[in-house]
Structure formats: C-alpha cells, structure tokens
C-alpha cells in the first residue's frame, strides 16, 4: 500500500516523499508524499466546485446510501485496513482488528442511521405579529458549513478520522481531509473505497504531510475553508486556532488529557485493578481517553499499588510508541519523574527483547507513586504507558485533586456507593465520567473536553450540528 493524495477525484505523489518507519523495528517501509502548498488550494477549489456542482445536489437519502456503500466497502477490504493499521502504528493486531477498523465502519453506518431519520427543517412556529410588525411564519432549516478541513492524529487513525468524515458528509459538506503524517495508510485505503462507490469528485479529498509549515497550515490558513475540525495536542489545537482567527472560521476541538481515575475504599478492588490497568495501558497509553493519574482512598492505597503494579509488570502483549521522537519524549517523562522524587513501583524505562523489537520503539508500562501534585509528571500529558497514583482521604479531597488540571477530557469512578457515584460524577471537571468501567462507548452520546481538552462535543446529534448551520426562515404572512 503506497500512500497518495486524492483529489477532485485523481490519486497523485505530488511532492517530495519523505520516509515512513516501523514503529515495530525502526526499519523504513515506504515513503509519503508531502503535499505542496499548491495541491492543498487545488484541493479547497475541488471541495467548493463539488458543493456548486452534483454533491451539492444530493439529498440526505442519497448522502446516507455513499455513507452505507463506504461502510461496505471497508468491510469488505477489512483485513487490508486491519494490515495498514498495523503496520503504521505497531499496535496490537487484535486492537485494530476489535476497535479501530469495526469502529470506522460503524462510524459510516451509525450517522447514515442518525442523518436518514433526522428532520432537516424545524422549530416551526407562527407566531403573531408584535410591534405592528403582522403575523409571521418562521421555520428553521439546516445547511452544510461548507467546505471543511478535517484534521487527525496517529493513535487511532482510520477511528478519529472517520468519526468526522462521516457526519461531515451526512450533513453535506465537502472535506479536505489530512491525516497524521505518521499513519497515512488506511486514509488512502479509504480514498480508494470512495472512489469506488463514485461519490461525485472534490467531495472528499486526502491530502498528506506534516502540520507546522506544511499541508497542516496550508489547509487551515486557507480562507476558502468553512470550518476546522481537529483532534490533536493541544498547543497544537492553540496554533489552529490562530490561524483559525484570521477569517473567524469555527472550529471543533478534541485536544489533548490527563484523565484521573477515582478508586473509592468501598469499589470492588479487583475490578477497579483490572479496570485501571486497561484505562491507563491499552495502546501503550496512546489513548486520548487514558488514565494517566490515580488517586486511591488511602485505607486500599497500599493494596491497590502493589496489586497494580504486580500486573503492569507482568504485561507482555503490548506496542510501541509511535515513532522515535515520542519514545524520546515519554523516556524523558520516566527521567524527570525519578528527579522529582517518584518511586518506581512498575516499569520506568526501555525493555530488551532480544529479538527485531529492540529496533522499535517499546517503552515499559510504568506505575509510580510518590510525587507532589504540582510535579510536572503529575500535570503534563505523556501520551504514553505511564500512571501515577497518589492517595486521598475523603470524597471532597478526590474531587478537588481530579480537578487540579488544565485538562478535562475524561475521568473514571471506581465505588460500590450508587449515591457517591451520582455526587461525585457531574462535580469532575470532564467531557465524559465513567463509572466502575473504562471507555465503554455509545456513539449517540456527547464526546469532547473541556478547559484544554476541546472545544465543543462529537457524537450523534451533537457532531451533526457542529458540521450544519441552522438559518431562520421568517415569512410575513
Ligand atoms: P498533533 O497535534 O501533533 O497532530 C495532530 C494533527 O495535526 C496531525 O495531522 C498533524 O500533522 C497536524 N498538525 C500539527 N501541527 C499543525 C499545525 N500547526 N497546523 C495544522 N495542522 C497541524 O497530535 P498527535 O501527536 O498526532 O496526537 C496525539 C495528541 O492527540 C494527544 O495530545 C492526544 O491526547 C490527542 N488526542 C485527542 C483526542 C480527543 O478525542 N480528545 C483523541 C486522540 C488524540
């Protein structure tokens, strides 16, 4: 599978190619294309000529059977996505094979589901005239923003950037997507099922390179976009947001997170371990929605970090880092976390495997404890397979501490107490609580973060008003 661009409906390498590594063993498996700054604006004119021409023409039964014909089409090239996924992020087989691939398709089919039986008029109402002004008619009707850039991270690629390109089509908008220069892979697979079902040209377009100086700023400086939906770091969503300013475009974040994990005396300990050791290691940590600090009601503390760490320990089964660069970065985080007086209960550095893997870019699941809460290990995102866990003494302490963050994307709940759950769940500073469980999905359901975690929410309704504009129909009667 060779990277490309699509555009109004034409597969190209424009640019000069750079190299595409193995997070597995470090060795270079093909070459990108980086688009030059020419390609991106040919593909923002593609995008508004196919709003003026047929795909702007559609109507939401056609746009919902493309959405349904794509879902079928990944599914029926599902171990080729399944392959690419894997070989871009070194992730673990079954890992794309259960959650990102199966995830992307049913993103395809959830909003074809949700757009089919959603009403694109409403809020009818007469009402009578007031100051002289007569009786009106007025009624609302939703339009799509227009062309939108679609912008997506490494850690779930085809996932993340399907969970937009989906609603974003259902509403009618035309896309100029780019994924992470890190995992181009499976955003071509899905260009060429796109193609194959003919949605009309310019109506979806790929365009692949870096984001600082690159097709990253090319797109979102462009002031033929609409709108900028982004997930990303979130000094990256700051940089987005600057140029986002220059024509006011609206914006849609899924930024960055240092999620806290609640665990109360009175949970079930087994469950809030294993709970916590899937919440803070799946894809090594690479999950934005990963628990990355542990606070524990101190009667358990001790148990829970020796039965935590004892696991941590004896995981095998995982991936790498995504690339060189962020091992670097997360290594660094196991250094400065032992300078600032953690103790090291599990992991902390590179493991050897004697084996082709020692060529990637593995790290060890960490746990550790011990470190104030102004420590910068305490408050920075690493992005990586790393918890610490801290102890608390009563319900109010554990609220203030999960709140002490310039983060609120996620959080979890660890108690048997129905009434501590409901307290405590709607006082966390997040976008999403999760009690006695981890990442359990409904894709109706609001998704996002607040404070530096995001801007606005995805899922269900809530992405299908982001990607559409309501415009008040008012008729004097
Ligand atoms: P990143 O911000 O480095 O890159 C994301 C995308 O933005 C890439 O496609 C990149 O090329 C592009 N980009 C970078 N600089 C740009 C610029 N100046 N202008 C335009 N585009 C630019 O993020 P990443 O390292 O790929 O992903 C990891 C981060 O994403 C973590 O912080 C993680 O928490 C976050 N994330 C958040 C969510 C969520 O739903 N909230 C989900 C997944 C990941």
Redesign the pocket.
Known sequence: MKPAHYVNGAFSTAGPAFPLRSPIDGRQVGTVPEAPRALVDEAVTAARAALDGPWGATGVEERCAFLRAIADGIEARFDEFVDAEVADTGKPRELAATVDIPRAIGNFRAYADLSYGRPDRAYNTRVPGWSGTGEALNYTVRRPLGVVAV??????PLL?LTWKVAPALAAGNALVV?????TPSTATLLAEVIDAVRLPHGAFNLVH????GA???F??SNPGIDAIA????????S??MR?AAQHVTPVSF????KNPALIFADADLDEAVEGTLRSSFTHSGQ???CTERVYVERPIFDEFVRRLGEKAGQLKDYGPMISAE?RDKVLSYYRLAVEEGATVVAGGGAPSFGDERDGGYYVEPTVLTGLAADARTVRE?V?GPICHVAPFDDEAEAIRLANDSPYG?AATVWTSDLSRAHRVAPRIEAGIVWVNCWNLRDLRTP???VKA??IGREGGEYSLDFFSEPVNVCIKI
């Open positions: 912008i997506s991270p490494w850690n779930l993340l780019k994924p992470s220069e890190e390179g870096h984001g600082t097709a990253g700023e797109l979102t982004f997930t990303g770091e979130s000094a990256t969503g940089a987005i140029a899924e930024l960055g997170g999950v934005c929605l962020h995102e992005f994307l998704f996002g973060g975690s995001g």
